[in-house]
């Protein structure tokens, strides 16, 4: 047994996942999730339809997808740890070239870029914590990854004490370049906790960039695959449109302020909740309980914007939206050698960003036939709804390493 604090030879120190959290921060929490709460000020500034909103979100998003496309072979190439930082890099610069243009074409153009620099980051920050919890226990592994996938929650909560102060501080033409530039620099500061991490994981790691080059057998993630794509679609027709659908419903912004740093708080407390139900669940009945926790995160404004259902939705859509994330990399984490870790999670992060590609630019058009934007909240439900089911038709699995590994782990 492992005496308390004693961490084995291939185990790093808890905050080194927090450091790496850095990517999922400028990823998803600057790069993906504040686009919600500049798009009003954007739209107002620059004309911009819904179908034109959703577009915008639909470049990031193919940006993503190719992003994970590349992510893997440029890791093998560069090495995990270089790659990482590289992309978390460019990320933050095409953050700061959203503020300095007004062309909606050159603004699709950053938006795609910024997905492509999220893509990689996202994919290869996960293998690097799946690196350096290869000895860890699932329990333990899940917990670590959920702090590393929960970076996307305080990113949510930085934008939200950030990017309504500054567009209230500045004129509505400016304001929303502002934002883009603050968050564009905040990116870049966060690299001074990634430098200091890499050289707590663990190099030459057989899920590292030496690692196999055989293709994960994704029969056996059949199911997730499918599971995870349409919850690209139906989670981000959310995080596009919310905030429209609140300001449009007469929420006032202070509340508006609140529901974000809520969700975004919320989405970082699930990672101390949920990694031992992740650990434990068999097959995909761990996702399916999330999956209907930000169901119901949905549902709730669509029933009544009333400060008691829109806290809530904050809430449980905040709890759970990103655990989906950990529970679906668990999942692959259980049923595929170590040496396929990286791959499995770039073939995952694929069929995500499919699902993100079609989700905002789909829900703007349906949005825009005047149905009024709630009707893309109404989609998002049905996919949601839909997807719980493909989550428990996932098998259980047990890869052959995995009692050696927890021997040695506990």
């Not at 959703?54 to 995990?80: K, S």
């Not at 329990?139 to 950030?162: K, Q």
């Not at 419903?249 to 990694?275: C, D, K, R, Y």
């Not at 998002?380 to 709804?385: C, E, M």
Request: proline fraction near 4%.
């Amino acid at each position: 047994m492992k005496q308390a604090g004693n961490l084995d030879r291939g185990s790093v120190p808890i905050w080194v996942p927090f450091a790496l959290a850095a990517g999922p921060v400028v990823a998803l929490g600057f790069a993906r999730f504040a686009y919600a709460l500049i798009l009003p000020a954007m739209s107002h500034a620059l004309g911009w339809s819904l179908t034109m909103a959703g577009a915008m979100n639909t470049a990031n998003a193919l940006g993503y997808l190719l992003g994970a496309l590349v992510a893997a072979p440029l890791a093998r190439r560069g090495g995990l740890g270089r790659t990482f930082m590289v992309s978390v890099f460019g990320t933050s610069l095409a953050l700061l070239a959203d503020g300095f243009t007004g062309n909606s074409l050159l603004l699709a153009w950053w938006r795609f870029a910024s997905g492509a620099a999220c893509g990689v980051a996202f994919v290869v920050g996960g293998g690097l914590v799946a690196q350096s919890t290869a000895r860890e226990s699932v329990h333990r592994a899940a917990f670590l990854l959920g702090i590393y996938f929960g970076g996307a929650g305080l990113g949510i909560v930085l934008s939200a004490w950030t990017v309504p102060f500054l567009l209230a501080s500045f004129p509505q033409t400016v304001g929303w370049r502002v934002a883009w530039v603050t968050l564009g620099v905040l990116g870049l500061l966060t690299l001074t906790g990634v430098v200091p991490a890499m050289r707590h994981v663990v190099p030459g790691s057989p899920s590292g960039s030496n690692g196999s080059r055989t293709p994960p057998t994704l029969r056996r993630l059949r199911a997730v695959l499918i599971t995870y794509g349409l919850y690209g679609t139906g989670y981000i027709v959310y995080m596009t449109f919310i905030v429209v659908f609140l300001q449009r419903h007469g929420v006032h912004p202070q509340e508006i302020i609140g529901f974000w740093t809520v969700l975004g708080s919320a989405a970082m407390v699930a990672a101390f909740l949920w990694g031992r139900l992740l650990g434990q669940a068999s097959g995909g009945r761990g996702v399916a309980v999330l999956l209907g926790l930000v169901l119901s995160g949905v549902l709730l404004p669509l029933w009544s914007t009333s400060p008691l259902a829109v806290f809530g939705s904050a809430i449980l859509f905040g709890s759970a939206f990103l655990a989906v994330v950990t529970s679906v990399t668990t999942v692959a984490r259980r049923s595929l050698p170590m040496q396929q870790w990286t791959a499995a999670l770039g073939a995952l992060t694929v069929v995500f960003g499919v699902g993100q590609s079609v989700g905002p630019f789909l829900a703007g058009w349906l949005s825009d036939g005047g149905r009024g934007v709630q009707f893309g909240i109404i989609l998002s439900a049905v996919i949601l709804g839909m997807d719980i089911l493909t989550a428990l038709a996932q098998p259980d699995y047990h890869r052959a390493d995995e009692v050696d590994e927890l021997t040695v782990s506990e």
